[in-house]
Nanobody, 122 residues
């Protein structure tokens, strides 16, 4: 069992930055493939970024490449998402997800956090 708690969301102007953090409980955090997803009003939840167990390989949605960076610290049981050059279109609730599979689809996620709101003003 893994419990996930996101933090770091807020209101930021276009062009600004935010750093989201996801804190996980449980001793097996390092065994999970971790990912960030987001869901804008009226839209499906979509993949943003993911990092494998060791942290050595990362994946990004096209919309996130070059602007967002995912990282994890297995000693602290955390996975962060640094978001730079934020755009109005990045406004969404951001969710942290943990999966025992090497998979970036939301259907693969075994555990979800409660989400944190990111609002980008234009």
């Amino acid at each position: 069992q893994v419990q996930l708690v996101e933090s770091g969301g807020g209101l930021v102007q276009a062009g600004g930055s935010l750093r989201l953090s996801c804190a996980a409980s449980g001793r097996t955090f390092s065994q999970y493939f971790m990912a960030w997803f987001r869901q804008a009003p009226g839209k499906e939840r979509e993949f943003v970024a993911a990092v494998i167990w060791s942290g050595s390989t990362r994946y990004y949605a096209d919309s996130a490449k070059g602007r967002f960076t995912i990282s994890r610290d297995n000693a602290k049981n955390t996975v962060d998402l640094q978001m730079n050059s934020l755009q109005f279109e990045d406004t969404a609730v951001y969710y942290c997800g943990a999966s025992q599979q090497y998979c970036m689809a939301k259907s693969c996620v075994d555990y979800w956090g409660q989400g944190t709101q990111v609002t980008v003003s234009s």
